[in-house]
């Protein structure tokens, strides 16, 4: 395998990553918090349903992430409502988000454009561009850092930045801050938070709007800047990946980050690996090669890998003690 090859994949897997980080990033706001999401999916369906149907009629990208972000955080509001002031099951009311979001994009992509659930294709201002860092062509034929810097550094969507840089910020937010601090205490004893005179409900609602606005972030990535508009459940399954890295890392923001840019390897991979013949053997159909995500999604669900401390409190509705 060659330098360049190995640029194509590093770059890609920051690419496929970004979502998956965004997402991740979002679920561990609300599960520090004690609200369980499964809804991720949902909400990066809808948001990139949105932006890209604003971004399609305004031509611009950032009002499609506006329109993105308001859409997820309405949908996170409603997991909240749900999940926190009537204390309803956590699960049901995430599968149920699920499903609204598949099939309400699919109905109102029909109703306003007529183009089989999916948006108009975006282009120039509609879409977030890549950016060129400074000198990037100029080093390019540097040894080794000139291809990781030009290749892989360079040419990112400006979300793809914003995503890197959400981990350094979120792990000081959890860990530095009175609000970081009131967030992991709720999610592990909500009645001794609430003892000292802070209200669990204004807490957990403030972690699910973070939540909502994050994967506003991970579904407009998806439609207006990795992608060139909205197709049917473009999310594919992203949401439960997302999720399934989150349990992985333990809810912790630098492992989190580690565990997206392993998903993400593996599906960049699947696209090289496509033409992998083994001795014996013979070619690996690709089916089998596009499934590994999937298929290490499903072995870190079910613990195979480590051991997942969840907090406390986690799924459980607060009832206030009188």
């Known amino acids: 395998?060659?330098?360049?090859?190995?640029?194509?994949?590093?770059?890609?897997?920051?690419?496929?990553?970004?979502?998956?980080?965004?997402?991740?990033?979002?679920?561990?706001?609300?599960?520090?918090?004690?609200?369980?999401?499964?809804s991720l999916e949902g909400k990066m369906l809808i948001a990139a349903f949105a932006s890209a149907a604003l971004a399609a009629t305004s031509g611009s990208a950032v009002l499609g992430l506006l329109a993105g972000i308001l859409a997820a955080v309405v949908f996170s509001l409603i997991h909240g409502l749900a999940s926190i002031t009537y204390r309803g099951n956590q699960i049901v009311s995430g599968v149920a988000i699920n499903f609204v979001a598949a099939g309400l994009t699919m109905i109102l992509g029909q109703a306003w454009f007529s183009q089989g659930g999916r948006t108009p294709t975006l282009f120039g201002a509609s879409r977030f561009a890549p950016i060129h860092l400074p000198f990037a062509d100029a080093v390019r034929d540097v040894p080794v850092l000139g291809p990781i810097y030009s290749g892989v550094i360079s040419g990112q969507s400006i979300l793809?930045?914003?995503?890197?840089?959400?981990?350094?910020?979120?792990?000081?937010?959890?860990?530095?801050?009175?609000?970081?601090?009131?967030?992991?205490?709720?999610?592990?004893?909500?009645?001794?938070?609430?003892?000292?005179g802070i209200s669990v409900t204004w807490l957990r609602y403030r972690a699910v709007i973070i939540c909502?606005?994050?994967?506003?972030?991970?579904?407009?990535?998806?439609?207006?800047?990795?992608?060139?508009?909205?197709?049917?459940?473009?999310?594919?399954?992203?949401?439960?990946?997302?999720?399934?890295?989150?349990?992985?890392?333990?809810?912790?923001?630098v492992p989190v980050m580690f565990a997206c840019l392993l998903f993400g390897f593996l599906d960049a991979a699947s696209f090289r690996m496509q033409s992998?013949?083994?001795?014996?053997?013979?070619?690996?159909?690709?089916?089998?090669?596009?499934?590994?995500?999937?298929?290490?999604?499903?072995?870190?669900l079910a613990g195979f890998v480590g051991r997942a401390t969840p907090p406390k409190a986690g799924g459980v509705p607060y009832v206030k003690e009188r």
């Open 212 to 253: 909502g606005v994050l994967t506003g972030f991970a579904g407009t990535y998806l439609s207006v800047a990795q992608a060139a508009g909205f197709t049917r459940d473009m999310t594919a399954g992203r949401g439960y990946i997302a999720l399934a890295a989150l349990i992985f890392a333990n809810w912790k923001p």
């Open 1 to 38: 395998m060659d330098l360049n090859t190995v640029v194509d994949i590093a770059a890609s897997t920051i690419r496929v990553s970004t979502p998956l980080l965004f997402a991740a990033l979002a679920g561990l706001y609300s599960e520090r918090s004690g609200i369980f999401d499964i």
């Open 276 to 300: 992998v013949e083994l001795p014996l053997i013979g070619p690996i159909p690709g089916q089998a090669i596009q499934a590994l995500p999937y298929v290490l999604t499903v072995i870190l």
């Open 160 to 196: 793809v930045y914003l995503a890197f840089l959400t981990v350094p910020f979120t792990w000081w937010v959890l860990f530095r801050t009175r609000f970081g601090l009131r967030l992991r205490a709720v999610g592990e004893n909500p009645a001794a938070v609430d003892t000292a």
